[in-house]
């Protein structure tokens, strides 16, 4: 079982800069591909940001070049850095885990709020 937890949401002005931090238990994190979605009101959720296990990584196309998705095994965590945000990128964002690339995620956290003001 693999309980992950998000932090570093908040409320920032458009143009600004976030990173979210997402830490794992579990003794085998350096398995586990890794992803960010989001889902703002009204909407579904929507894949962000991956990271396989080797540290691949895959981005949505309205992130791409502004976000940053890494992993540190050692800590267990996975950050997503976002720069130059934008007031659509306004959304919960959750963190999830899967056990291999073609698996569904089965983990996920419980959410960061993140708002960007215009």
């Known amino acids: 079982q693999v309980q992950l937890v998000e932090s570093g949401g908040g409320l920032v002005q458009a143009g600004g800069s976030l990173r979210l931090t997402c830490v794992a238990s579990g003794r085998t994190f350096s398995n586990y591909h890794m992803g960010w979605f989001r889902q703002a009101p009204g909407k579904e959720r929507e894949f962000v940001a991956a990271i396989t296990s080797s540290s691949l990584k895959f981005y949505a196309d309205p992130v791409k070049g502004r976000f940053t998705i890494s992993r540190d095994n050692t800590k267990n965590t996975v950050f997503l850095q976002m720069n130059s945000l934008k007031p659509e990128d306004t959304a919960v964002y959750y963190c999830?885990?899967?056990?291999?690339?073609?698996?569904?995620?089965?983990?996920w956290g419980q959410g960061t709020q993140v708002t960007i003001s215009s």
């Open positions: 999830a885990g899967r056990i291999t690339s073609q698996a569904d995620y089965d983990y």
